[in-house]
């Protein structure tokens, strides 16, 4: 057509004439402002446009490059996703050497650390120079080297050795935060981590499982995984990102800005090419700020989009940098400060069984004693049978265990390659029968599919391992609170035939345990104090401390406050209660809100058991009394409003807390949802602070509660 073409547009159906250099002219502003696009979008995170409008503009420039090939720019963004699988994967040098970080792991190392490189600072010509620092969380991803040239995307390669690495770009390229051009044509080496969302990661895993694919373990692996692909197609499905924290070469620069003189200035330009850096950092003066920074994410750390096991620190003054150079493997300058371990490696020295006060029996890993998540661990949990069978497992085995937080230790994999063949096997029946001293009950406690998941319990209701789990519970920091009530006191009266339950504590005498190992004139007297002084307590935690099954905290709380929907008739004392309680049937049991059928039959089997009576009539006689909490009456607005607590108070303690707001006629949960009002928010509040933040919940400072509960 004499050198034009007619290019038929989606948007109102336009159809526009152009040359060739028109054409090619107007491929140019297209690319300028997908890219425009793609920084606000993905790079800034704040979308200006619309995806049908972007699509529009991606659409247009497609077609005009398959009209005129020769046209096409390499940097085209037409060219993020495409091209043939590679046959395999291409070795590449670095213009830089790449490093790795050095470790430390605690305050003592860090101030270990400055005073290192205060030292090498007096030896050298910086000594009269300030001292501050660079701080950013450390992302548990991928490193990758980007190498421009005149401002153009030349690889992208993995660090390797340090020397060389594999040439990734064509996965890379998949990347839209990612600059394939940049707005000046200068010559720079960038380095960064390569991560994968969360969201991402659970969605990748969930299609994994439908083909039978093995889920991968963590977002580090699948970003891994992603880049070594083949056909960039697949990188491209998974929606990577990648921030850039370091500049490792620069040239070709002078007339478009100034050299960075500080690690934060470095960040602040790269953010100003255009590339993506990591939010949260931060310019401490000194190492108290530093672990103050540190102290303030380890609690956080998994509520972030992406995998952070760290904060990476390094010396903020470039000349400083400069002068401290490199070890043999890692920059003097610099040093990653990481999280204490959530995984690690140990063995198996046994599997016990141990019994809960319901009777229930639950196989636990002895193991070698190992350091994960700040704390050193001797036992994980191994939850049923099932859990034995699904992981393999063999007394002997290395295991990888999990621990986060609060969270009870869990063996998560079995390392198959690790054994030796004198492993044994674990029988979990002959182990129960064992524990009971007799038989034990086989119970279907769930389904899923097709599969059930059993657990086994004592059938002797008697046995000395449930009474002195019961024992145990009765006496702990939520039920009665008894100090100097340990797991080997209560062994100990067990075995001298003075406790067999609950009431006979209540009428011990010092003269009865003085003689025993253990037990000089003070510590019988304590024990006698304590026991004494636990004779006066709240119904709800007398509830929950008699371990009726199905029984929690929080079901306590419903029953003491919803007295009246169960009968009229007044509770004043633990005679009365028995009396009360022993006619209330299943169906008046379900009329409190929130009491499900199980427990509800709970409660009605340990009521109406002559035993259980005969022991509450014992408490009675020997003093000890129940007190009722009142619920505000006044119209203050608490009324059935519910509260989450997180992180630690200073006035008060949680259960406190709890009583208060109980008091003032609200409620207490474990968890934070739409249905939450308030969430009151101590010292270290974690996660549940952010998802309050994340729904708009109110947060209330511990001043701001006191002035609200008064």
């Given at each position: 057509?004499?050198?034009?073409?007619?290019?038929?547009k989606c948007v109102k159906n336009m159809v526009i004439k152009l040359t060739k250099e028109q054409a090619k002219e107007r491929m140019g502003k297209l690319?300028?402002?997908?890219?425009?696009?793609?920084?606000?979008?993905?790079?800034?995170?704040?979308?200006?446009?619309?995806?049908?409008?972007?699509?529009?503009?991606?659409?247009?420039?497609?077609?005009?490059?398959?009209?005129?090939?020769?046209?096409?720019?390499?940097?085209?963004?037409?060219?993020?996703?495409?091209?043939?699988?590679?046959?395999?994967?291409?070795?590449?040098?670095?213009?830089?050497?790449?490093?790795?970080?050095?470790?430390?792991?605690?305050?003592?190392?860090?101030?270990?650390?400055?005073?290192?490189?205060?030292?090498?600072?007096?030896?050298?010509?910086?000594?009269?120079?300030?001292?501050?620092?660079?701080?950013?969380?450390?992302?548990?991803?991928?490193?990758?080297?980007?190498?421009?040239?005149?401002?153009?995307?030349?690889?992208?390669?993995?660090?390797?050795?340090?020397?060389?690495?594999?040439?990734?770009?064509?996965?890379?390229?998949?990347?839209?935060?990612?600059?394939?051009?940049?707005?000046?044509?200068?010559?720079?080496?960038?380095?960064?981590?390569?991560?994968?969302?969360?969201?991402?990661?659970?969605?990748?895993?969930?299609?994994?499982?439908?083909?039978?694919?093995?889920?991968?373990?963590?977002?580090?692996?699948?970003?891994?995984?992603?880049?070594?692909?083949?056909?960039?197609?697949?990188?491209?499905?998974?929606?990577?990102?990648?921030?850039?924290?370091?500049?490792?070469?620069?040239?070709?620069?002078?007339?478009?800005?100034?050299?960075?003189?500080?690690?934060?200035?470095?960040?602040?330009?790269?953010?100003?090419?255009?590339?993506?850096?990591?939010?949260?950092?931060?310019?401490?003066?000194?190492?108290?700020?530093?672990?103050?920074?540190?102290?303030?994410?380890?609690?956080?750390?998994?509520?972030?989009?992406?995998?952070?096991?760290?904060?990476?620190?390094?010396?903020?003054?470039?000349?400083?940098?400069?002068?401290?150079?490199?070890?043999?493997?890692?920059?003097?300058?610099?040093?990653?400060?990481?999280?204490?371990?959530?995984?690690?490696?140990?063995?198996?020295?046994?599997?016990?069984?141990?019994?809960?006060?319901?009777?229930?029996?639950?196989?636990?890993?002895?193991?070698?004693?190992?350091?994960?998540?700040?704390?050193?661990?001797?036992?994980?949990?191994?939850?049923?049978?099932?859990?034995?069978?699904?992981?393999?497992?063999?007394?002997?085995?290395?295991?990888?265990?999990?621990?986060?937080?609060?969270?009870?230790?869990?063996?998560?994999?079995?390392?198959?390659?690790?054994?030796?063949?004198?492993?044994?096997?674990?029988?979990?029946?002959?182990?129960?029968?064992?524990?009971?001293?007799?038989?034990?009950?086989?119970?279907?406690?769930?389904?899923?599919?097709?599969?059930?998941?059993?657990?086994?319990?004592?059938?002797?209701?008697?046995?000395?391992?449930?009474?002195?789990?019961?024992?145990?519970?009765?006496?702990?920091?939520?039920?009665?609170?008894?100090?100097?009530?340990?797991?080997?006191?209560?062994?100990?009266?067990?075995?001298?035939?003075?406790?067999?339950?609950?009431?006979?504590?209540?009428?011990?005498?010092?003269?009865?345990?003085?003689?025993?190992?253990?037990?000089?004139?003070?510590?019988?007297?304590n024990l006698i104090d304590a026991i004494d002084a636990a004779k006066e307590v709240q119904l709800e935690k007398f509830l929950f401390a008699l371990g009726?099954?199905?029984?929690?905290?929080?079901?306590?709380?419903?029953?003491?406050?919803?007295?009246?929907?169960?009968?009229?008739?007044?509770?004043?004392?633990?005679?009365?209660?028995?009396?009360?309680?022993?006619?209330?049937?299943?169906?008046?049991?379900?009329?409190?809100?929130?009491?499900?059928?199980?427990?509800?039959?709970?409660?009605?089997?340990?009521?109406?058991?002559?035993?259980?009576?005969?022991?509450?009539?014992?408490?009675?006689?020997?003093?000890?009394?129940?007190?009722?909490?009142?619920?505000?009456?006044?119209?203050?607005?608490?009324?059935?409003?519910?509260?989450?607590?997180?992180?630690?108070?200073?006035?008060?303690?949680?259960?406190?807390?709890?009583?208060?707001?109980?008091?003032?006629?609200?409620?207490?949960?474990?968890?934070?949802?739409?249905?939450?009002?308030?969430?009151?928010?101590?010292?270290?509040?974690?996660?549940?602070?952010?998802?309050?933040?994340?729904?708009?919940?109110?947060?209330?400072?511990?001043?701001?509660?006191?002035?609200?509960?008064?």
């Amino acid at each position: 057509m004499n050198g034009e073409i007619y290019l038929r547009k989606c948007v109102k159906n336009m159809v526009i004439k152009l040359t060739k250099e028109q054409a090619k002219e107007r491929m140019g502003k297209l690319m300028s402002e997908i890219d425009r696009l793609r920084v606000l979008y993905h790079v800034k995170d704040d979308p200006a446009i619309d995806d049908v409008v972007y699509s529009s503009l991606m659409d247009e420039l497609r077609s005009l490059e398959s009209m005129y090939p020769e046209c096409k720019s390499d940097t085209s963004p037409t060219g993020r996703i495409g091209g043939n699988p590679l046959d395999t994967f291409k070795k590449t040098k670095h213009k830089v050497r790449q490093w790795s970080f050095d470790d430390l792991f605690n305050y003592e190392e860090l101030i270990a650390w400055e005073e290192k490189v205060k030292r090498m600072m007096q030896k050298t010509s910086v000594s009269d120079r300030k001292l501050e620092y660079c701080c950013e969380i450390k992302i548990d991803g991928l490193k990758i080297i980007l190498t421009y040239e005149q401002g153009k995307l030349i690889t992208a390669a993995t660090r390797g050795d340090g020397v060389i690495g594999e040439d990734v770009t064509h996965n890379i390229k998949t990347i839209h935060s990612i600059p394939l051009e940049l707005k000046y044509p200068i010559d720079i080496v960038v380095v960064g981590e390569v991560w994968l969302p969360e969201k991402e990661l659970q969605r990748i895993n969930q299609e994994r499982a439908q083909r039978n694919e093995v889920p991968f373990a963590n977002a580090r692996n699948a970003a891994a995984g992603s880049i070594r692909q083949l056909d960039p197609k697949i990188a491209a499905s998974r929606k990577l990102e990648m921030f850039i924290y370091d500049i490792d070469f620069l040239e070709n620069y002078e007339q478009y800005f100034a050299m960075p003189q500080t690690q934060t200035e470095e960040l602040q330009r790269l953010q100003k090419l255009g590339f993506k850096v990591n939010p949260i950092s931060l310019q401490c003066k000194n190492v108290e700020e530093i672990e103050e920074m540190y102290a303030s994410w380890v609690d956080k750390r998994n509520d972030q989009e992406f995998a952070i096991d760290g904060v990476v620190i390094k010396v903020n003054d470039k000349v400083i940098q400069e002068v401290l150079g490199y070890t043999g493997k890692a920059p003097r300058f610099a040093i990653a400060y990481k999280f204490p371990a959530e995984r690690t490696t140990t063995v198996v020295e046994d599997i016990t069984v141990q019994v809960g006060r319901t009777g229930v029996l639950t196989p636990v890993a002895h193991l070698a004693s190992v350091h994960v998540a700040g704390t050193t661990v001797s036992r994980a949990t191994l939850h049923n049978e099932d859990e034995i069978i699904r992981l393999g497992l063999k007394i002997g085995d290395t295991v990888v265990i999990q621990k986060a937080g609060d969270i009870i230790p869990e063996v998560v994999e079995v390392l198959v390659n690790m054994r030796t063949g004198k492993e044994v096997d674990f029988d979990m029946v002959t182990e129960c029968k064992k524990v009971c001293g007799g038989e034990i009950v086989r119970d279907v406690i769930g389904t899923k599919g097709n599969e059930k998941s059993v657990a086994y319990y004592c059938k002797d209701k008697n046995s000395f391992a449930i009474q002195k789990e019961q024992l145990r519970h009765f006496v702990s920091k939520k039920g009665m609170n008894i100090d100097g009530l340990g797991e080997k006191i209560i062994e100990q009266l067990m075995g001298e035939g003075l406790v067999s339950d609950a009431a006979d504590l209540f009428e011990l005498k010092i003269g009865d345990i003085d003689h025993l190992d253990r037990f000089a004139d003070k510590s019988a007297e304590n024990l006698i104090d304590a026991i004494d002084a636990a004779k006066e307590v709240q119904l709800e935690k007398f509830l929950f401390a008699l371990g009726i099954r199905y029984v929690g905290e929080e079901t306590a709380v419903l029953i003491t406050q919803n007295l009246m929907k169960i009968s009229s008739k007044e509770i004043t004392d633990l005679r009365s209660l028995v009396t009360v309680f022993s006619h209330v049937d299943c169906e008046r049991w379900q009329s409190i809100d929130g009491i499900g059928e199980r427990a509800a039959e709970s409660l009605v089997e340990w009521f109406t058991n002559d035993k259980n009576a005969h022991m509450l009539e014992r408490m009675n006689v020997s003093g000890v009394h129940i007190k009722i909490t009142e619920v505000s009456d006044k119209n203050n607005g608490m009324s059935g409003k519910v509260f989450v607590l997180t992180g630690t108070l200073a006035s008060m303690t949680r259960d406190e807390a709890k009583e208060k707001i109980r008091a003032a006629g609200g409620k207490t949960a474990s968890s934070v949802s739409a249905k939450t009002d308030y969430v009151l928010a101590g010292e270290n509040a974690g996660s549940k602070l952010k998802k309050a933040q994340d729904l708009g919940v109110k947060i209330l400072d511990e001043s701001t509660f006191i002035q609200l509960m008064n």
